[in-house]
């Protein structure tokens, strides 16, 4: 395994159609597991994000940021198109930081890789 300092994976969600921070909405990350299925200790019981406990292969690999938009959406009395949001990614060098922001409205939504 490499000793180069790994980068992180962040997002976070702004409400456009409000023009605030999407609040307390929950977030669910998933790894592509390329081995024999078993996906072990992917996020720590704090939900900080620890990437030290894969091979630098392992890394290399595609992910999946889930967001359970629609309670959001309902504690303002607001219907919403997209139950979830979907952001798959692929991560290709461990050095470098992830940040992938989420933009809401109830029918639309948009994401980049951040920085």
Request: hydrophobic letters at 10%.
């Given at each position: 395994m490499s000793t180069q300092?790994?980068?992180s994976i962040t997002c976070h969600v702004l409400d456009s159609s409000r023009g605030i921070p999407g609040k307390n909405i929950e977030v669910l990350l998933e790894y592509q597991e390329t081995g024999n299925g078993r996906c072990s200790d992917l996020v720590p019981s704090d939900h900080q994000i620890s990437l030290a406990n894969y091979s630098d292969e392992d890394l290399k690999a595609i992910y999946r940021l889930t967001f359970f938009t629609t309670p959001y959406f309902k504690s303002y009395g607001q219907e919403s198109?997209?139950?979830f949001v979907q952001v798959v990614f692929q991560i290709k060098d461990l050095t470098q930081?992830?940040?992938v922001p989420l933009l809401i409205a109830p029918f639309s939504y948009t994401t980049y890789r951040g920085s």
């Open positions: 300092k790994r980068g198109f997209y139950p930081h992830y940040h």
